[in-house]
């Protein structure tokens, strides 16, 4: 049997409307006449069913009649969770310096259906290692051959009652803001206090009022949000702090060690500070700094069985640079052995190209109407497993407000994809999955991290750096009033109360991943090669990788299909 056979199978199903489960598929493609097979399978499932499971193609291939299933699949039972050391100290990697690119030979990734006895799919993976590796020197790309790529050479042995998604932080059909002004100042209070709360142990916090009543001199200290940073003409800087009470100027001498810090500090963010007030009681000079952070003690929780979760973003379906061939080898890889631990796949947004995003952007537009760019979307969807767990979350491309958190899709799109029954949250969202959190953030607000900040601590080749900035303020959108849009709730959604074990975002294009903390911060890349813009901009895109993290032990590996 020819090794591309499962992925042909599960796109041919595709064109019929269907998903279907891995095991479903090995059958199909083991049976004497899979075409055959596969055409009873299709005759006999109901139209509205959504998916061909494993009983459906037992029953065709047996011709043993069963009672129909409900085509919705159910959600798995919960799993307790277990907590474990994840390993490390801080490892890091990073597509454009991984070897993975040149080592690989082109045919590797090509497709290779006519020879009989060589995958279709390949798989050449680039992983993290024990510890802190460094991507520029060791990543690799590791051949693709293995027992575990053979597609279709035997059974799925997966449970889905051990699986379990939940969901935290969704505001989809919550939003409460109405844009006025008084509802920006809520979702600021908000912000304040569940932040500043996260940081007044840490120093002796005094008001801005009570500082300004206050004769001068002793120390001091105050927790607030940063409203604005400038230098003075000798260098120093001046942070203005506002809490509830009012605004506080904070002196950072240029030859204090904390003066690098000002570089990581951005607009609305909330910090505090520690130090001494001037003799006239008009400003406060800083000794220390203290961001929100991540405890240097976290510990993340791990899984309590071995399963895995491909993470991807920005596939822009729709758009004439959406790979479609790399796309479908990740498709089809997914129906494989090697890929039979994955469960779980989930999307941080640009699920489609969208319409009218950005100038000129229709030159460019492969499908012109954004609802037939969902319908296209949603049938590269049915080429993954119908027996993985799907979760998406909306960008900047996708057919909902722009303003952040932005809701999940609404039931005229939602409508349009259900045929894997994909959970659809917003942006951003906490989805746990058997204990281990993942925190899902399209990464708008990346641009502007990277933009703000030199070079070595955020940049588009080392995007997952730019998330540590997000971790570190505990907030995946801090600015307020540049680039990214922020929509007025009662509740600051973007906050990160709790710490995420994984944190998930796309938006740049760029593949990197590593540790900040324990925390496993991911970028995913795309599925979109260079688009005009891009190439004038000399944004060289990562396209065609999928990461995979062991929910067992947060290690990372990186398959690339392109
Ligand atoms: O964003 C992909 C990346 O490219 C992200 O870093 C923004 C940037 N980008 C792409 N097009 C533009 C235009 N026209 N202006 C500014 N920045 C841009 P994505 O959300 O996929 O478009
Ligand atoms: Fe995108
Ligand atoms: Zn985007």
Redesign the pocket.
């Known amino acids: 049997m020819p090794l591309e056979e499962p992925a042909r199978l599960a796109r041919e199903l595709a064109s019929h409307g269907y998903a279907a489960d891995r095991e479903a598929i090995t059958l199909l493609a083991a049976a004497a006449d899979p075409a055959q097979a596969l055409v009873l399978a299709v005759e006999a499932t109901p139209d509205d069913a959504l998916k061909l499971t494993a009983d459906d193609v037992r029953e065709v291939l047996d011709g043993s009649p069963r009672a129909r299933r409900d085509p919705i699949s159910e959600d798995g039972g919960d799993t307790g969770t277990a907590s474990a050391d994840a390993g490390a100290d801080p490892d890091a990697g990073g597509i454009e310096s991984a070897s993975a690119k040149g080592d690989v030979p082109d045919e590797a990734a090509a497709e290779t259906a006519a020879v009989a006895d060589s995958p279709a799919v390949q798989d050449p993976s680039v992983s993290t290692g024990e510890g802190g590796v460094d991507a520029k020197e060791n990543v690799s790309a590791s051949p693709v051959e293995t027992e575990g790529s053979r597609a279709g050479a035997g059974g799925r042995d997966t449970d889905p009652s051990l699986r379990s998604v939940e969901i935290g932080n969704d505001m989809t059909g919550r939003s409460t803001g109405t844009g006025e002004y008084e509802d920006f100042v809520t979702t600021f209070r908000d912000r304040y206090q569940r932040l500043s709360r996260k940081l007044k142990g840490r120093v002796n916090h005094r008001n801005a009022s009570a500082l300004e009543a206050s004769p001068g001199g002793g120390d001091a200290g105050m927790v607030g949000m940063v409203s604005d940073v400038r230098s003075t003409a000798s260098g120093h800087w001046i942070i203005e702090l506002e809490d509830t009470t009012g605004v506080f100027p904070c002196l950072v001498m240029k030859d204090k060690d904390i003066a690098d810090l000002v570089d990581e500090i951005l607009f609305d963010e909330v910090i505090a500070v520690d130090g001494t007030l001037s003799d006239d009681g008009g400003i406060l000079f800083v000794d220390d700094l203290h961001f929100p952070d991540v405890p240097r003690t976290y510990e993340p929780s791990t899984a309590d069985r071995h399963v895995q979760a491909a993470l991807i973003s920005?596939v822009?379906v729709g758009s004439q640079e959406f790979m479609v061939d790399a796309w479908q080898r990740f498709t089809s890889w997914l129906h494989t052995e090697a890929a039979e631990n994955i469960e779980y796949l989930l999307i941080a947004?640009?699920m489609v190209?969208g319409v009218g995003?950005?100038?000129?952007?229709d030159e460019e537009l492969d499908i012109v109407d954004i609802f037939d760019q969902y319908e296209q979307f949603s049938e590269h969807l049915k080429e993954v497993p119908g027996d993985m767990e799907i979760v998406m979350i909306p960008?900047?491309?996708d057919a909902v407000r722009l303003a952040e958190p932005q809701p999940g899709f609404d039931e005229e799109i939602r409508e349009i994809m259900t045929a894997h029954d994909a959970r659809i949250v917003s942006n951003p969202a906490m989805v746990d999955l058997e204990g281990v959190s993942v925190l899902m953030y399209?990464?708008?607000s990346?641009?502007e991290v990277?933009a703000e900040m030199p070079e070595d601590i955020a940049s588009?080749d080392h995007p997952h750096k730019a998330m540590y900035q997000l971790l570190k303020k505990r907030h995946v959108a801090p600015q307020f009033g540049g680039?990214t849009r922020v929509a007025p709730e009662e509740k600051d959604y973007l906050v990160m109360d709790e710490v995420p074990d994984i944190f998930h975002t796309?938006?740049?294009?760029?593949l990197g991943w590593g540790k900040y903390r324990k925390v496993m911060a991911v970028n995913s890349g795309?599925w979109?090669a260079q688009?005009d813009?891009?190439k004038s901009?000399n944004?060289d895109?990562d396209a065609g990788f999928a990461p995979v993290v062991d929910l067992d032990t947060l290690e990372m590996t990186v398959h690339k299909f392109s």
């Open positions: 920005d822009h947004g640009d190209e995003i950005y100038p000129d952007q960008g900047n491309h399209h990464g708008v990346l641009d990277i588009y680039h796309g938006h740049v294009h760029k795309c979109q688009t813009f891009q901009v944004i895109p």
